[in-house]
């Protein structure tokens, strides 16, 4: 059982399991690379004067597996709260558990509706940490503004809710500073 299962590997997705992996969380990211940033060219993502979306989206998967987290390559079929985790399904049948489920699917947000997730006009409703309504579901990313679709935002979104979740399992409010060694 991974600790938190992320559904979509684009910049919110990956950007939680990041943080989540390099803080020792067990994370498991579903996706299949078909994210939108294939047909982008960055030009307004801090760090990088310009960088085509594929190679960000090469370094940031390889960045992800290096801390740990396991990058799946299946669609998710459905996610259901049992008790305190959750069953995701995916397309091979094969149910996946977790305590925490991160939704970072991108715009159409299929899972979220198929959850009956309440929504705004702008997308899937959640707080400014990316909580919904259901405890330990965290929606991130285009499925949440989609009049803000930019790829350094839904990054942002996704190392909100993985601090979040950082926080919650310790017990205490968590930041995620590296320092250079003396």
Partial sequence: MATVIIIGDG???LS?????AKNGMDVAVFGQDGTDMHRAMLRNYLGFPEIKGSDFQRIAREQVAEFGARLVDQLVTSVEKEGDEFVVT???G??????YVVLAEGKLAKLAEK???PRTSDGVEVDRDGRTGIEGLYAVGRGTRRSRSAAII?????ATAALDILSKEAGKMI???DVLPE
């Fill in 175 to 177: 930041n995620d500073f």
């Fill in 154 to 158: 839904s990054a942002g979104a996704g």
């Fill in 115 to 117: 959850m009956n997730l």
């Fill in 11 to 13: 910049p919110a997705g």
């Fill in 16 to 20: 939680a399991a990041l943080f989540l």
């Fill in 94 to 99: 094969e149910p996946f558990r977790s305590k």
């Fill in 90 to 92: 995916a397309e091979s």
